[in-house]
């Protein structure tokens, strides 16, 4: 026979070991669907149903067929380590798998292998969801993630979500049929997961939580907490349902206060389910009384910090006033949690209180404190958060001489609303930008009530372009003296602009091009 296929299998044994096991890592024995797969695979080797054809030397492919219900055609490809299957199914099938076992079969017994294989198996995932308890589900995923991150297993940053995308595609073949059910099913395993993710990173040397992939794996799976957190406060809650409820409470408990690293993050989800979920008044009692009695809390815990998230869930005004009678630049990043909480929660009352205690420091903090790639984005979340409550005339000035250059927005329109054009003028006189930009900051709204006060502001752009001393600038200073020529017809200044040109072309008549811009413009 030209085609050994018994050489070939010892040849290519390292590899054949390698995908099995990558095979017993995603199958999970405890699933029905996973254990029929295996079966099946099994079966088709015992009965011969796998049939190699040929082997192409050159690209060191074996292909195969495998006659099934649908006859379907494998290639493993030994030179790039993957196999494909003319199926439809995306991921491990019963033809892959039971083709990688008709090759090892020829160093080792298929059946011991099956039989290890089941031999992990504890308990169906399916009898555990028809339980329908917080253990069981909690049992559910302990079920599934000791398969996907064995203890020790070092996990690449890259691999962190595909772990999640998997675990979650397992888990959701079981969830409950009843609409009712099922985001609260969703939001407890993703929460499970991911708690169960941050602590096997905690627990295994060599990871580190300050990267990229974590802080994308973070990202995303907030947006999922969030999206199913709509979807659940949007439904009734079922008086069967509560249980599932102190699980999640003691999930997220767990989660802020046993995990390690990125403490800001995991406060941040802590307050999104409090602020969302957890609506109860002698829940939230329950949990205050809770973190008051709590003995030695890791150094990044701030117990401070969470007392006053629940003096504003509980709306005890007199106990916040008090604990932010002194604060200093250490707990801003806390503060502004808090009040982001706040505003989420709608507690107008307990934001306003936490914005006037942190208007003292917010400059030294945004300008100290915030690096400088973050600034623009921080002063923006800061105006989000001040439009929500009255602030004087003074604490308007404070705030906005706070945000400095990256305040050039909010400062215009607040000057624009408070009729201070003059000032608005000066301002952006001092900080040069683009005229696009002054659109942004109100140009056109100072143009229909006090034109006047733009054209020196005119000028200066004007001025601006011509120090570059290019035709291209020529033309753009043109531009802007074409606006500056309506702004003055407006306010009625139509010789002072005539006159102001004139002296222009005086004081620049050696610049040819300069001159002839102006006259193909009509602007004298």
Same mark, same amino acid.
């Given at each position: 026979?030209?085609?050994?296929?018994?050489?070939?299998?010892?040849?290519?044994?390292?590899?054949?070991?390698?995908?099995?096991?990558?095979?017993?890592?995603?199958?999970?024995?405890?699933?029905?669907?996973?254990?029929?797969?295996?079966?099946?695979?099994?079966?088709?080797?015992?009965?011969?149903?796998?049939?190699?054809?040929?082997?192409?030397?050159?690209?060191?492919?074996?292909?195969?067929?495998?006659?099934? !219900?649908?006859?379907?055609?494998?290639?493993?490809?030994?030179?790039?380590?993957?196999?494909?299957?003319?199926?439809?199914?995306?991921?491990?099938?019963?033809?892959? !798998?039971?083709?990688?076992?008709?090759?090892?079969?020829?160093?080792?017994?298929?059946?011991?292998?099956?039989?290890?294989?089941?031999?992990q198996k504890s308990v169906q995932l399916k009898s555990l969801?028809?339980?329908?308890?917080?253990?069981?589900?909690?049992?559910?995923?302990?079920?599934?993630?000791?398969?996907?991150?064995?203890?020790?297993?070092?996990?690449?940053?890259?691999?962190?979500?595909?772990?999640?995308?998997?675990?979650?595609?397992?888990?959701?073949?079981?969830?409950?049929?009843?609409?009712?059910?099922?985001?609260?099913?969703?939001?407890?395993?993703?929460?499970?997961?991911?708690?169960?993710?941050?602590?096997?990173?905690?627990?295994?040397?060599?990871?580190?939580?300050?990267?990229?992939?974590?802080?994308?794996?973070?990202?995303?799976?907030?947006?999922?907490?969030?999206?199913?957190?709509?979807?659940?406060?949007?439904?009734?809650?079922?008086?069967?349902?509560?249980?599932?409820?102190?699980?999640?409470?003691?999930?997220?408990?767990?989660?802020?206060?046993?995990?390690?690293?990125?403490?800001?993050?995991?406060?941040?989800?802590?307050?999104?389910?409090?602020?969302?979920?957890?609506?109860?008044?002698?829940?939230?009692?329950?949990?205050?009384?809770?973190?008051?009695?709590?003995?030695?809390?890791?150094?990044?815990?701030?117990?401070?910090?969470?007392?006053?998230?629940?003096?504003?869930?509980?709306?005890?005004?007199?106990?916040?006033?008090?604990?932010?009678?002194?604060?200093?630049?250490?707990?801003?990043?806390?503060?502004?949690?808090?009040?982001?909480?706040?505003?989420?929660?709608?507690?107008?009352?307990?934001?306003a209180v936490i914005l006037r205690a942190m208007l003292p420091?917010?400059?030294?903090?945004?300008?100290?404190?915030?690096?400088?790639?973050?600034?623009?984005?921080? !002063?923006?979340?800061?105006?989000?958060?001040?439009?929500?409550?009255?602030?004087?005339?003074?604490?308007?000035?404070?705030?906005?001489?706070?945000?400095?250059?990256?305040?050039?927005?909010?400062?215009?329109?607040?000057?624009?609303?408070?009729?201070?054009?003059?000032?608005?003028?000066?301002?952006?006189?001092?900080?040069?930008?683009?005229?696009?930009?002054?659109?942004?900051?109100?140009?056109?709204?100072?143009?229909?009530?006090?034109?006047?006060?733009?054209?020196?502001?005119?000028?200066?752009?004007?001025?601006?372009?011509?120090?570059?001393?290019?035709?291209?600038?020529?033309?753009?200073?043109?531009?802007?003296?074409?606006?500056?020529?309506?702004?003055?017809?407006?306010?009625?200044?139509?010789?002072?602009?005539?006159?102001?040109?004139?002296?222009i072309r005086a004081e620049y008549k050696r610049l040819r091009?300069?001159?002839?811009?102006?006259?193909?413009?009509?602007?004298?």
């Amino acid at each position: 026979m030209a085609l050994s296929i018994s050489q070939l299998a010892k040849e290519h044994q390292a590899f054949v070991l390698t995908k099995l096991k990558e095979a017993e890592q995603a199958l999970h024995p405890s699933s029905t669907e996973d254990e029929e797969l295996v079966r099946r695979a099994v079966f088709s080797v015992r009965n011969k149903s796998i049939v190699f054809e040929r082997f192409n030397g050159a690209s060191s492919i074996l292909y195969a067929s495998v006659q099934d !219900v649908r006859p379907a055609s494998v290639e493993i490809d030994f030179s790039k380590e993957e196999l494909y299957c003319s199926c439809p199914q995306t991921k491990w099938c019963r033809h892959q !798998v039971g083709a990688l076992l008709a090759l090892y079969q020829y160093f080792d017994s298929v059946q011991n292998w099956s039989g290890a294989w089941r031999a992990q198996k504890s308990v169906q995932l399916k009898s555990l969801a028809d339980e329908r308890s917080p253990q069981s589900w909690a049992t559910m995923v302990d079920e599934v993630m000791k398969r996907l991150l064995p203890p020790g297993r070092v996990l690449e940053g890259y691999g962190l979500s595909a772990v999640r995308t998997d675990a979650l595609e397992r888990l959701r073949r079981h969830m409950p049929f009843e609409r009712e059910w099922q985001p609260l099913y969703k939001l407890f395993m993703e929460l499970a997961i991911f708690n169960t993710i941050w602590r096997h990173l905690n627990e295994t040397p060599g990871h580190s939580l300050d990267t990229p992939y974590m802080k994308y794996f973070i990202e995303q799976s907030t947006q999922s907490f969030e999206s199913i957190l709509t979807e659940l406060t949007n439904r009734s809650r079922l008086f069967a349902t509560d249980p599932f409820y102190d699980g999640i409470q003691l999930l997220i408990r767990e989660f802020l206060l046993e995990r390690q690293g990125l403490f800001a993050n995991r406060l941040r989800l802590y307050m999104l389910l409090w602020a969302v979920l957890f609506y109860e008044k002698p829940r939230r009692e329950q949990e205050l009384d809770y973190l008051n009695n709590l003995e030695n809390p890791s150094a990044e815990i701030s117990l401070q910090s969470l007392r006053l998230l629940f003096y504003v869930l509980l709306q005890k005004e007199e106990l916040l006033l008090e604990s932010l009678a002194q604060i200093s630049l250490p707990q801003m990043q806390d503060l502004f949690e808090l009040a982001t909480f706040a505003q989420r929660a709608g507690e107008s009352n307990s934001l306003a209180v936490i914005l006037r205690a942190m208007l003292p420091l917010t400059g030294t903090f945004l300008q100290d404190v915030v690096p400088v790639v973050q600034r623009a984005q921080y !002063v923006r979340q800061f105006q989000l958060l001040f439009d929500d409550i009255q602030l004087t005339d003074e604490e308007e000035a404070t705030l906005y001489s706070a945000f400095g250059v990256y305040g050039l927005q909010p400062f215009s329109n607040f000057l624009i609303k408070k009729g201070r054009y003059r000032e608005w003028a000066a301002l952006h006189q001092l900080n040069p930008s683009s005229l696009s930009y002054l659109e942004m900051c109100g140009l056109k709204d100072v143009l229909q009530i006090e034109p006047a006060t733009v054209l020196p502001l005119y000028h200066v752009y004007a001025m601006a372009e011509i120090g570059q001393k290019s035709r291209m600038n020529y033309k753009q200073a043109v531009r802007i003296w074409k606006s500056m020529r309506s702004a003055a017809k407006r306010a009625g200044k139509t010789a002072y602009f005539e006159t102001y040109m004139q002296t222009i072309r005086a004081e620049y008549k050696r610049l040819r091009a300069l001159q002839e811009e102006i006259e193909k413009g009509n602007l004298v």
